[in-house]
Every structure is written in C-alpha cells, then in structure tokens.
C-alpha cells in the first residue's frame, strides 16, 4: 500500500505543477501575443477579441471582414523572436517573410492584452503642419 500513496501523491504533485506552469504560460505576453495571431489567422475573431484591450475587440470585425488573414497566418507562422516588458506595458517581435512585426500588450484587471488600438492611434496622429508666411 505504501507504493500506492506515493505513486498518489507523487501524481497531485505533478498535476498541480503542470496546472500552475500552464496558467502562467497562458499569462505572458508572448502566449498571448500568439494566440492573437493564431485566433485571427484561423478567422477565430471573437476569440481574438477575448485577448484584446476592448478598443482593439471594436476594430477586429473591420479587420476581419478586410480579409487581411493571410497577414496574420505569415506572422504567426514566424512566431515570436523576442519581448520587452516594462511594467504593464510590453511588445512582441514577431519574424514575418524576413521582416519584423511588434505588436504592443498591456495590462488589463492584470492580464495581458493586445493593443493595436493604441498603436493605430499613433500612426494615424495629426502631424504639425509647418506654415511659413
């Protein structure tokens, strides 16, 4: 019997640290970058939408139905190459057709989203015009 309590417990320590290294992979910004770009390149959008800030969820129907998912199948088949993380802001490089991609996270109620909203934003910025009379 003896044999048998430890085969037991031996097995609830394994399984309650594979649960553990699994919620913990599921939270860093690589993991979810990842899933984004698989969710999207799988035409999953709701799902992406789960792993997004809510003003990125809003422009995912548009980018969906803009059949830009051959984008994303490149970018997730690159994977990802490298991450920043500081504080509750972080960015993802991915390896895209011999190029880069970073795609920008932050943090939500403490988990990671991803937030194209904020950099669509910035690339679409009003610049200073310059008038000289």
């Known amino acids: 019997m003896k044999v048998s ?3 037991l417990a031996f097995s609830f320590l394994t399984a309650v640290l594979l649960a553990s290294c699994g919620n913990e992979a599921n939270g860093t910004p690589t993991s979810v970058a990842e ?3 698989e969710e999207m390149a799988a035409g999953n959008v709701e799902v992406a939408k789960s792993l997004s800030t809510p003003e990125t969820a ?7 139905s803009t059949h830009c998912t051959e984008m994303f199948h490149v970018i997730a088949e ?4 490298d991450v920043t993380v500081d ?12 190029g880069f991609s970073t ?7 403490g988990e990671w989203k991803v937030d ?7 690339h679409m910025a009003p610049e200073p015009v310059g008038v000289l009379l």
């Open 5 to 7: 309590q430890n085969t």
């Open 78 to 81: 690159g994977g990802a190459s």
């Open 116 to 122: 194209f909203a904020t950099m669509m934003k910035a």
């Open 87 to 98: 504080g509750e802001r972080a960015r993802v490089r991915f390896v895209e057709g011999g």
């Open 58 to 64: 809003e422009m995912l129907d548009y980018i969906a």
């Open 103 to 109: 795609v920008p996270l932050v943090k939500v109620d």
């Open 35 to 37: 899933a984004f770009y």
